[in-house]
């Protein structure tokens, strides 16, 4: 709840490229969505009855969905989609609802993807844009990845502003992670201020789920079925060998969402390592100590490690960053791996250690149906939006709802899992494994 | 939203046995949830301001969670577990994880399962209860169906409480479906009325996800992830022969959400028929006309038909009721089939109508992740609320937070596909069928 | 073994076009099979010795593969494939592969798609020829069915000869069953009796995998892993209803291949009824006997039939043909589902009885990795044989071996599941089934 | 063909441990098999023709199969089952049917699992048996891995035999690759010369599926299915990055069957190295200017390496042994992806390289239909074999025949790709790849 706690004197307002006057071309018998329908972010009895004493209005998102009058004229639209950062299972649906949802609904002609993420703006790498069309995206989400290209890292926003008045673009589609939605809420305000007329509408992209103010973010479910599957594996080899040892390091640079809930999807798993809980290694609480244990009296056991846990072993190494500028962390697996055999040297217990780092082959599958539909969802509401003439903003799910969120509010920090809280109870449940700080 | 208005009037009072006064052996860094917690039942930021204006408190759900007080001894506390109605996918995780919560969580060591359903509360069918540890329960996840066994139908009341009494339990879980919360409830309501301290817990299961005030009911996210691969078998065949038609029959006795749902998920489908919305078949506004065209521009079509579209057909005949006392609906699977072939015959359109009813398929697979992970917060909370003496109510999902709901208030209606909402838009979108009523 | 005795006086010799003069444009690096190159149908030593006491030399087939020389001159050829019959998982790859190979080994460029089997070639039917490149059917190998559609029954010999020499195909692929093999062996008799010169190869597609002289036909192993999976749904309903019977029929018209292996595969199985065992219903011997005898002792109960067993119930009957000119088998599903049900009222014992029949849902899935393999295997084999000119012949797959198989000896009786070989041997032990008969 | 040549004179007498005159136990509608019925292993017609020339009889091998006469007395029979080396899909399989063949139709009672390999035998490390009877193994094929654990490395011959003695055991199953066919037969020699009755029957195991004389070997098709699926992320993930590299390492030590299958199966590999074919890396026909030219004119590529691909390059450091005495392959999978990388940053072409070692993941999984059915075969052969006397000797697949196989002569070499033959034909084809080799 402490999101919502966080979130009580944000503003939410949509920025918006004018007023909206055209009559909506989307089917007449759907219920359309007026803009002052909004939702509660803290949904608790005990906020609104504060909220009741002050007589302060609590803080809302507006509602996602088809407007009554739109901002564009569709006959004369153009629309481009962008989709950055790495893969995550459901980006081809979203493009294709994207295509199917401007063309069918709003009978909108001109759609193009812009290839290889942020890269695709700029003509010096001279990729040239897809034109997409109903056929061009029919079977498309029966295959992973991006049919677009992604590439990591930032470009001018100069001249991706350039590049979009140029090609004339009205609406722009940013799918990817905090360093698209940084971007694309600088293209917005850069439009904005020159008095282009550009909607730019993001679709939040994080297979670690972790974006502020998003519930849910797609591909997410998928991750966690293939999370699962591997840990089936890795309990497998644990248990095919004297003293076997599974470790498999999971997607979740800043929160451990992926390796918590394949945690307990799966129920084989005796330790998770996340980066919201503090874990020495070494002492007599510590992991390796916790470990021994569970070797000594089981035979086995199996091992889960978020990709962002454990950094603090990595202090005195310098930072580096990748192509995106996100910090790169230090491999939390392979240090875990070789800290964990150094031990049980140590220790004079041989053990047969298994590590699996399965990522690249977790987020290129397809998405499942449940993700598939939620992508459906999320590129509609996105067209509903980018057609009103709004801008600025991102597609969220917000306690069931889909709403519109101002990209900047999610860019304030990270959603990670509450140590606290049922989730992260839940896990230490079904593991069994003891806190493992040696202080504190 | 609908659902909220209905609910602005009813009582969400948990009953309870009595005075929680044991401190909870639940470990200590839980955050224990007080029944003072609760959550707003309708988050429009509309009806809040109304609350506001008229200074009435907005009806709410007690929050699901561990509580610092307990009312039952867990060294001496006995527990049941029932199974009744139709398989659904995921009833072995909840099995499974109320046995290990009770167990690991609480220390309760006498677990019972009740097997073949009400069935097995009554001294005539002679089935002996099963004992259920940790061991026992370990691998049940990995199968489908229910290891308890189920049965459909209602038993007397008084038996079953006789039987409880007799045996003693202080604590029963009732996962099943509409007829069985109902038995749970005048379970619950007799021992309160004989004074015999049994707290009736149930989660609720019904694979078509159209109970009232639940968000989302377990096994739903599998069935629709079954339901899409039989679509794409379905559309396969319909295009592996000249006008060929598949025809796809899915569960829904009331609510269309599977077959909604999973020809969002497919992609694939060009009408899908539920009970929420009228169609004909005749006339030139029918169902087999739109059929025919489809058929004569493209030379092949899928129908998804949820089970209890269409009843209006058969309102001549007489009606049935199964086991369990549902009204047993008339095939309309087998209905269509018929009614599309004759119909091209007398149009002397030669089609290949391939017709595929999975129910049993679909519903007796394993839990996916998402359902598995789901299955366990329910199980939990069902024995947080179970121990400190909660009684004659469910636990649901609002919102995505687990809550406290009194049976009594699920059974007064079922949730329905909302026909001007968005996920039925997206289905007509999806599609592309019309609207298939020749007046009105 | 008795289908190498009953091979010793076939004829195996292959019809040939013509001299092959035209120097291959395969590969250099390729080995080349010579027309000498033969294997020997009977492997077993014993056969051996007696035929060098006799000093007669034993029947063999031609190897398939490559040729050296070949008939047709690349650049002019023009071929057509033709899918026909009931789906099968697999007859994508099979063209996927054989387009592939005609155009990138042989430089073949014009390959054409008949569209829904043997209708096709029939003007009346209007269906447009559909041209095909490595381009179209790049990704054809993920879906299920036939992309070319397909369509039953036969269509006339003379007819079909015409439209291909209207079109001046020189090699037409006929991927069908024994229909096909048959309408494929009189076409190209028909075009050698005209002197048109026209190589007719065909690829034998029966999910039951009985074909004669064939070990394996594709899409066998898809329909057994999908079986098995159907298998395990029909044993979680038998196991969670009081009584619970799981009835499933299989694909198997006159052999039981898929009930057999499915059963082994699945290991849940208590009976499998199949084409090639007698059984009786009634009596102490009977099925329905053991069956009860099963129920009363295990409580629960799995059954598979193959949709050609126990025909001789049907023998008052009359006989009917589907459009292939197929015997039309009576459902002994449906039959043995009422008797069942009528059997156990009479003996007062209540049943639950699930009836699944999941035919559609197992032949249109994807091919897995071995089925779509063994697919190019065929195809690539196929295309060699066409381009060296010649025809009226299958490509088989004979001990491991691939080989040039005379249509004929196909048709000559089908292969069946021998009931004292091993393979039925271990149907028994897995389920324990004993002989079903009351006499003999 | 070559290996056939190569058999033409070894030895493949089985040796036995005595004259078998109980009679069999086996259900009496069983076709037995007498020792003198053998399949020729040569089946060409050529060299079929040169024997009868010569008048030389062919080299056989002796079918498996139950024997109407036994040599042990079921109901003093003991059994131990040890499974060694690396996981392969299926071991479970073959667990499960050796108890249950034993169990049911021999009706032995005594059956033990030997834990973690061959360790399981030396006292020294303190395993205790395991009691296998059909409850314990009635879910096992459920779980990937092997129940009894396994180990690599050899133990003491002399122990093994002792640790056999003194437990009395008659039949020892073992199940493992080369090493453990080298110690079996050991074991059986040892057991010979001291006059010790004890049955040794191999089954082998190696997921590289390079056998001499074994047509196949079980969990290959399981593991290519699975490699399948990681190579169609590879390839999304090479789709998804501006010049995106997928390289994919797979099992593979000496032979490249797993490589080569796996990338005929997924149609969108480009370059397949395998330890069979020599290649270079640098100059103008070497692997990284393929691999260059590719790039720059598609974009992307995917790579997939055997695990003994290129050894070569390592020819300059040490050689290494694990535990199980194979020799320790260089990394030619980090190898290559250093090597890649450089090379392109040279020619100042970035590009976006994917590496992907999936082998945990490939070789824990639970079998297909296709290998469990085959596992059940393998044990049953087995049991059969075993309970008859015959020792020294393993069952094999030989052109689609169950043989008996003496171990020795499997031990001669490996099963290679034929580098001129039809399935490296096929990879050619499938990728386009040329021969890398920059002379010869």
Redesign the interface.
């Known amino acids: 709840m402490n999101q919502e706690a966080a979130c009580r004197s944000i503003e939410t307002t949509i920025k918006s490229l004018g007023r909206a006057t055209i009559d909506s071309p989307v ?1 007449g ?3 359309f969505v007026e803009d ?5 972010i803290d ?4 906020f ?2 504060r ?2 004493e002050t ?1 302060s ?2 803080v ?1 998102f507006e509602l996602a ?2 407007r009554r009058k739109i901002y564009f004229d569709p006959s004369k639209t153009k629309c481009a989609i962008v989709t950055c950062g790495g ?1 995550c299972p459901g980006i081809n649906d979203v493009i ?1 609802s994207l295509v ?2 401007l063309h ?2 709003y009978r909108v002609e001109n759609i193009y993807g812009v290839p ?1 993420g942020l ?1 695709g703006f700029i003509p010096s ?1 001279g ?1 040239a844009l897809v034109e997409l069309t109903p056929d061009a995206v029919e ?1 498309i ?7 677009l ?3 990591r890292g930032s470009q001018d926003i100069g001249e991706i502003v350039d590049a979009l008045e140029r090609l004339n673009m009205n609406i722009v589609f940013f799918i990817g992670g905090d360093g698209t939605l940084k971007a694309a809420s600088s293209v917005a305000r850069e439009a904005l201020e020159r008095g282009y007329r550009c909607a730019v509408i993001a679709i939040p992209k994080t297979i670690d789920n972790d974006i502020a103010f998003v ?1 849910k973010t797609f591909g997410f ?1 998928t991750a ?2 293939e ?4 840990i ?6 644990a ?4 003293n ?1 040892i ?1 470790l498999v390091k999971l997607m979740g640079r800043d929160s451990g969402f992926i390796a918590a ?2 945690a ?2 799966s ?1 084989d798993v005796n330790f998770v390592l996340v980066p919201e809980e503090d874990f020495d290694l070494e002492g007599p609480r510590g992991f390796l100590c916790a470990l021994e244990k569970r070797i000594r009296t089981r035979g086995h056991a199996v091992v889960v490690v978020a990709e962002g846990a454990g950094q603090k072993f990595f202090t005195d190494m310098p930072e580096e960053k990748d192509a995106s500028g996100n910090v790169r962390k230090h491999d939390i697996g392979v240090y875990l791996k070789e800290r964990i055999e150094r031990y049980f040297q140590e220790v004079a217990l041989p053990v047969n250690l ?1 590590y ?3 990522s ?2 977790i987020r ?2 397809t998405a ?3 993700d ?2 939620f992508c ?2 999320l590129a ?1 509401m996105a067209v509903h939006a980018g057609m009103c003439g709004k801008t600025d903003m991102l597609i969220g799910l917000w ?4 709403v519109h969120i101002p990209t900047e509010i999610c860019m304030q920090g990270r959603k990670k899992i509450d140590v ?3 989730l992260w ?2 896990v ?3 593991t ?1 494994q003891p ?1 493992m700080v040696n202080e504190g």
């Open positions: 089917s018998s759907t219920i002052h329908e909004r939702v509660v949904t608790s009895l005990g609104f009855k909220c009741m007589g209005e609590p809302s969905g088809p893969l294709r199917l949802e069918y609904a290889y890269q790498y990729h079977h989400h029966e295959l992973g990845g991006t049919v290209g992604s590439s519930s479910d966690v079925e999370a699962r599957k591997v089936t594996c890795a309990h497998a080899e248990k095919g060998a004297p076997g599974g809930n394949a307990l999807a129920r298994k699996i780092d399965p690249y082959t290129s599958v499942n149906a449940s598939s539909i459906g969802f509609q306690n069931n709802v889909y606290g809280g049922p109870m839940s230490r449940e079904a069994g806190v």
